[in-house]
């Protein structure tokens, strides 16, 4: 009995080991039910049946609206198809599908670089100039650590401060390194650590639509902005 | 008595666990050595890992989407593959008939090759650590000077369509890993770490030799000729590429580090 039980113990522990199945597809919610005279105020049900108050059919309604703010679906090219997580510099942990629906602007540096990320930041900073002020609440930059193991949320959120992008509009990414460098290979930024502080790294500015598409990027470092203005500027039509 | 028993039990488990879909590795003793193209040409330090003997298999893929669909020829997205992506199976879970099962698989992307690794709880070896196990002849574990060595690689370079033979086809290593020359590219974790288009803000870490004439002449020529060519393709493809003699291996860490894993 005891073996049997053994072995029992065994199997829980090894199963995880097997194998690496497709994750359960995310299934489709069920539909969500609610009584048409709300009896019992917001209560929702996951069957349909009828109110236990007034015996009404529960009617179907719409799905809560983090699912339904979906207008588009989620194309091949779409950034959002990556599912890793990030640190925010507010100490959030999100997904990258989480900044969609505005149009994003995206570079990837460190906060210890001195000599192009400035120069890169600053590039953010004029983009960020010539966007109109009735549009600017539009647009999401987003900043990606290249270092992860150095650039913590709290240095971040200090490097946003340090150079004013603490605004809503920017957002400061920590990532894992395996995730960083998958990004990376997303965005086409190569990137290599020459010594425990400092990176060589390819200076690209990549524009997003809000579907995540890729719509143009910037390469250099002081180069004119008119071009990915324009970009940025078509996209907030 | 049943102790034992718990011990034979416990064993079997085991060594069922470690066969089920998982290919034989093999320790790669760590130490020091100075990469062709490295880090401001220092030295590197490698920690112990295990790789595996052979790239992965037609046969081994297979399984891969047959078990992780999102990996199919029709599933796959655009952002994580180029329109060449399994082109030669005959349909999603199918090989061509002339496809060999022990074969290396190839046209895959760098995404789809970092996936299956993960998924074997392994992953893609840095370029350092395959250069290290890839710079061993059958009997020394640097064999970058031997003119025999370099003559090897070089002249596999001009053979065609070395990828539709099977794994194990060409030497054993000191390591006692196969076919890291003779068979096809491989892919590796920080291939995108090679700065070949000289945008990179000072060309402090001399990949500009690379393109300046060092590369090519003086006493180590063969060596760095070989070298060179696998620096050059990781230089120039994308993540997404993917091409008809690029494979992949994977490796695991020695200690469950997590270097350039997560």
């Given amino acids: 009995m005891r073996i049997i039980k053994f072995i029992f113990i065994l199997l829980l522990v090894g199963a995880p080991l097997n194998s690496c199945k497709e ?22 049900f996951d069957k349909p049946g009828s109110c236990s108050v007034c015996k009404m059919d529960l009617q179907p309604i719409s799905k809560p609206s983090a699912l339904l703010a979906d207008p588009f679906e989620i194309s091949d090219t779409s950034i959002f198809n990556l599912t890793t997580k990030w640190n925010t510099e507010e100490g959030k942990t999100i997904e990258v599908i989480d900044l969609k629906g505005k149009p994003l602007v995206m570079v990837m540096i460190y906060t210890t670089c001195k000599a192009a990320c400035p120069r890169l930041v600053a590039d953010m900073r004029n983009i960020e100039k010539q966007i109109p002020e009735n549009k600017k609440e539009d647009l999401q930059y987003v900043l990606i650590s290249i270092d992860p193991e150095t650039d913590t949320p709290a240095r971040l959120k200090k490097f946003a401060i340090e150079n004013q992008m603490d605004g809503e509009q920017w957002t400061f990414l920590q990532g894992s390194i395996s ?49 990915t203005v324009d970009h940025i500027l078509e996209l907030l039509k | ?57 037609n046969k081994q893929f297979l399984q891969f989407v047959i078990e992780t669909p999102k990996w199919q020829r029709s599933m796959v997205k655009k952002l ?25 698989i190839t046209n895959i992307s760098w995404f789809a090759a970092k996936d299956y690794c993960d998924c074997q709880g392994k992953r893609l070896p840095t370029i350092d650590e395959w250069e290290y196990v890839a710079m061993a002849n059958q009997k020394l574990p640097d064999a970058r000077k031997l003119k025999t060595y370099n003559e090897f690689i070089l002249s596999w370079y001009e053979k065609p ?37 000289g945008e990179s803000r000072k060309d402090v870490d001399n990949d500009s030799n690379l393109f300046c004439g060092s590369a090519a002449i003086g006493a180590t020529d ?26 992949f291996r994977c490796v695991k860490d020695k200690n469950q580090k997590t270097n350039e894993n997560h």
């Fill in chain 2, 80 to 104: 994580f593959a180029d329109d060449n992506y399994l082109s030669q199976w005959e349909s999603d879970t199918m090989l061509h008939e002339n496809q060999s099962l022990n074969a290396p």
């Fill in chain 1, 23 to 44: 994750s359960k597809a995310k299934q489709e919610l069920a539909e969500i039910y609610q009584c048409p005279m709300k009896c019992e105020g917001e209560k929702t």
């Fill in chain 1, 179 to 227: 995730g960083v460098r998958e990004f990376a290979n997303v965005l086409a930024v190569k990137y290599k650590q020459i010594s425990p502080m400092d990176f060589s790294h390819s200076n690209i500015i990549s524009v997003f639509n809000p579907k995540g598409e890729l719509v143009h990027q910037q390469e250099g470092l002081g180069v004119d902005n008119k071009e």
């Fill in chain 2, 161 to 197: 369509k070395t990828f539709n033979n099977e794994i194990g086809s060409t030497f054993k290593n000191y390591w006692g890993v196969y076919d890291l020359h003779g068979l096809v590219w491989e892919w590796t974790l920080d291939f995108n770490s090679v700065l070949v288009s």
């Fill in chain 2, 1 to 57: 008595m049943n102790t034992v028993l718990r011990l034979t039990i416990c064993v079997l488990f085991c060594w069922i666990n470690i066969s089920n879909g998982q290919s034989k590795m093999v320790l790669i003793k760590g130490g020091t050595y100075l990469p062709l193209y490295g880090r401001d040409s220092l030295q590197v330090t490698i920690d112990d890992f295990d790789i595996d003997v052979y790239p992965v298999t």
């Fill in chain 2, 222 to 247: 063969l060596m760095n000729y070989a070298a060179f060519m696998r620096y050059a393709i990781r230089g120039s493809v994308k993540a997404r590429y993917t091409m008809k003699n690029l494979g």
